[in-house]
């Protein structure tokens, strides 16, 4: 979903899972993750996300990745944002949900001035 932007596989693979969302802008359900990488997508076409690391422990997985809304920034840590996101599984599907974002650029960080503030959600961000 988050590079090839294939939406409806991921709706049809995991669209029925239960997930709570602790990203405050983004709606419970994998339809509401979706629908704002859909938004997302369309303002930004050429996003793109690189998984650098991957560490697991029990029923959660941290994902520490560099995502960029240009094609030109792909592979540039000088530009885009550094991304963390905590996931819950249970029983080996997502179950939760909660990130942190660290812009990079002067852009990045403008952007992120001009967008917050939407609330999807009243789960506890903690």
Known sequence: MMNE???????????????MQHK?????????LVGYVQQLVKRFPDYGFDVKRIIASG??????SHATL????SGDES???IVT???????????EHWD????????????????????GNKNPVF
């Open 85 to 95: 996101d905590a996931f819950r599984l249970k029983d080996r599907q997502l179950a």
């Open 79 to 81: 530009k885009g944002f």
């Open 100 to 119: 942190a974002l660290q812009p990079i650029d002067f852009a990045t960080r403008f952007l992120f001035l001009l967008t917050g503030g939407t609330v």
């Open 5 to 19: 932007h294939d939406f409806q596989s991921t709706l049809a693979r995991f669209g029925n899972v239960p997930y």
């Open 59 to 64: 029923d959660f997985v941290v994902l520490h």
């Open 70 to 73: 240009k094609a030109a920034h």
């Open 24 to 32: 405050r802008a983004i709606p419970d359900g994998m339809p509401g």
